[in-house]
């Protein structure tokens, strides 16, 4: 049984960082990308990034370059995303996925495996 389980959300002023963490279990992502999706109140999901576990590539949406930073740890079974620089439009809910493509795709219908979603709020 695949699982995700995010972690590490919270409040934080503008300017201010934060990481989250997925930890992922049930099976081996190595062919997997996981990325990172968020979801502000009254708005679609949006695609922040993602890596190919595997390889370690990334890819980011340009909202987020340069202050977001995916990285994995394969000993641990964990994707992090580290957030600097943050900015009140930040604020969301921050969802991990892992879809079965080594490839980053960065639409929502891609990913099969979803956690249960962390917030994060920054303030101005």
């Known amino acids: 049984q695949v699982q995700l389980v995010e972690s590490g959300g919270g409040s934080v002023q503008a300017g201010g960082s934060l990481r989250l963490s997925c930890a992922a279990s049930?099976?081996?992502?190595?062919?997997?990308?996981l990325a990172w999706f968020r979801q502000a109140s009254g708005k679609e999901r949006e695609f922040v990034g993602g890596i190919n576990w595997g390889v370690g590539s990334t890819d980011y949406a340009d909202s987020v370059k340069g202050r977001f930073t995916i990285s994995r740890d394969n000993a641990r079974n964990t994707v992090s995303l580290q957030m600097l620089s943050l900015k009140p439009e930040d604020t969301a809910v921050y969802y991990c996925?892992?879809?079965?493509?080594?490839?980053?795709?960065?639409?929502?219908?891609?990913?099969?495996?979803w956690g249960q979603g962390t917030q994060v709020t920054v303030s101005s």
């Open positions: 049930g099976r081996t992502f190595s062919s997997y990308s």
């Open positions: 996925a892992a879809g079965p493509y080594p490839i980053i795709r960065r639409g929502s219908q891609y990913y099969t495996y």
